[in-house]
């Protein structure tokens, strides 16, 4: 960015995914909400929590117990009970990571042992209550539960859900495959992260009935990385019996890692480390800040192209951690060459935002993408796509024959990055003739302009997390600066986040989408390939991207 650093940006504008740490005390310190102390009895003993404006709130709720030191790498160990009350108002520690990547009020430091969930739930009265439980975004590498763009106190309060919010563990801690050099103990190594939020979905079966929940109802949800999350824990059998419908937001896995390169990756590691093939348990000791360090090196060496396309964005490449195709835990691709059978009964909404890429060209300081010539645009996909960019670009001209050659370039990107591999999941998903799938596109567009350009966010990366939990709310801060957020300032925004909120709270308590005065919501379908645009009014589009769906399948393997 030019004018404006990204840790400056985030500081002014509540964004999205990584709304900043400062902005968030100016939100509680405009509404003095008051707040009484709710307790709880769970399976493990009492919690103490807060009941402010309408939601009882319970903060760094422990689902499974140590995985540092010894249990580094390993399965969690039992979570051991408590005797009298445990307070719960405060977030738990996020799973290391590096500086100023997670954005919650009052949150601790990065911490090794992270495995703890936040809850929202309009009464701790024994209501059956839809469940949804969140997965947070930030890759496989950062984020947390804590987020206040992620915080499920309205989504609780305006919508009678109950929320879930889980820490899991990260980047190397959460996916360094072992399981080749360590032993047997280690089997599964390459997917704790995923594997902490199976057993966190295994907590939240056991105790969401004393918080108002029914767990027979459990929604699994996540955007971005969180996607990418729920698209495995569709088909991991260790999650298969705690949740009964997904929806993965602009994260398609269609395909992760392989364990052939998991292993290189570990192999790159342990040089970076200085440490031999055979004193691997070396790495038990090391202190996380360490590890830590050789994750930003290998992430700076290693190849970390992701496959994108049809294939989906899960699996990132030598010198990146993400989850692994190891047989153990996660047994298959999610979704390739089919979908999972073990969920073929669980139903599944899918989509993306239609204008994905402005998020990463922003924030790689692309100032240029918001500005393209015709002759720019062609370089730039051909250094994609080589030869085959002239027919590209062509049909998109044809396609969108008023559209600007950057309006193009974002088009073409968003679909690439994340459109072509959520149409894959909603196909597949299909062809599987069980439960239905709903394929969505979020089209509301903020008025915010990216930083140094007149390009507004639109429909980018991430926009849909504060519409989907309601946090869209202008703010003001003690000097009466205003802050909109990255919703922007357009009234209409209420109307669009209403409607994906109900959409998304209506298929978590039914398995049926659904909105007031909106049309209905037909599933996904290999004929008339029905879409749902969500907006201030949503509309059903068939087969929306037919002339360019044809083209990518014909260009693509």
């Known amino acids: 960015m030019d004018d404006l650093t990204r840790r400056e940006f985030f500081r002014r504008t509540a964004f999205g995914i990584l709304p900043a740490l400062a902005l968030p005390r100016l939100i509680y310190a405009s509404f003095p909400f008051t707040s009484t102390d709710i307790k709880v009895e769970t399976a493990f003993g009492k919690l103490l929590g807060s009941r402010t404006e309408g939601v009882n709130i319970f903060k760094g709720v422990p689902y499974a117990g140590s995985v540092s030191r010894e249990r580094r790498f390993l399965t969690p160990a039992p979570l051991k009970a408590w005797t009298g009350v445990r307070e719960a108002k405060r977030l738990g520690p996020p799973s290391i990571q590096g500086p100023n990547q997670t954005y919650g009020i009052d949150e601790p430091n990065p911490a090794e042992d992270c495995l703890t969930l936040n809850i929202w739930t309009p009464a701790n009265d024994n209501k059956k209550r839809p469940v949804m439980v969140y997965s947070h975004g930030g890759g496989y590498t950062h984020g947390s539960a804590g987020s206040v763009a992620q915080d499920g106190s309205n989504l609780a309060r305006m919508y009678d859900v109950v929320v879930v919010a889980t820490n899991h563990r990260l980047g190397l801690l959460g996916y360094l495959y072992l399981d080749e050099i360590a032993g047997d103990e280690y089997a599964g190594s390459g997917n704790r992260g995923v594997q902490d939020i199976a057993i966190a979905l295994k907590w939240v079966n056991e105790n969401i009935s004393a918080f108002g929940g029914d767990p027979n109802n459990v929604m699994i949800f996540g955007e971005s990385g969180g996607g990418l999350k729920t698209s495995c824990l569709y088909a991991m059998p260790e999650a298969a019996p705690y949740f009964h419908k997904a929806s993965i937001e602009s994260g398609p896995g269609v395909m992760m890692k392989t364990a052939d390169v998991a292993a290189e990756t570990t192999e790159l590691l342990l040089k970076q480390l200085g440490i031999a093939r055979n004193d691997w348990r070396k790495l038990l000791k090391l202190p996380p800040s360490v590890l830590l360090d050789a994750q930003e090196q290998l992430r700076k060496m290693g190849d970390l192209s992701q496959i994108a396309g049809f ?103 968003s679909i690439l990055v994340m459109g072509l591999g959520s149409i894959t999941i909603a196909e597949r998903k299909t062809q599987q003739e069980g439960a239905l799938a709903y394929l969505y596109n979020f089209g509301y567009k903020s008025d915010l302009k990216v930083p140094g350009t007149d390009y507004e966010f639109g429909s980018m990366h991430a926009m849909d997390i504060p519409f989907k939990f309601h946090n869209i709310n202008n703010v003001l801060d003690k000097s009466g600066h205003r802050s909109s957020g990255m919703a922007g300032n357009r009234p209409e925004r209420f109307a669009a986040s209403d409607n994906m909120c109900q959409l998304w709270t209506s298929f978590a308590r039914t398995s049926v989408p659904s909105a007031k005065e909106q049309p209905a919501w037909p599933a996904y379908n290999l004929s008339t390939r029905p879409l749902m645009r969500i907006d201030t009014q949503c509309s059903v589009i068939n087969d929306r991207y037919k002339t360019v769906l044809k083209m990518w399948r014909e260009i693509l393997n």
């Open 311 to 413: 294939h989906g964005i899960g699996a990132a490449g030598k010198g990146g951690f993400g989850p692994v195709v190891d047989g153990v835990v996660l047994p298959t691709h999610p979704f390739d060459p089919v979908a999972p059978s073990l969920s073929k009964e669980k139903p599944l909404l899918v989509g993306w935002n239609e204008d994905e890429f402005i998020f990463f060209a922003m924030f790689s300081g692309d100032t240029e993408a918001f500005q393209l010539t015709e002759e720019k645009l062609h370089q730039r996909i051909e250094s994609i796509l080589g030869d085959k960019a002239r027919l590209v670009v062509d049909t998109y001209r044809k396609a969108y024959p008023k559209a600007t050659p950057t309006q193009l370039f974002i088009a073409i990107r």
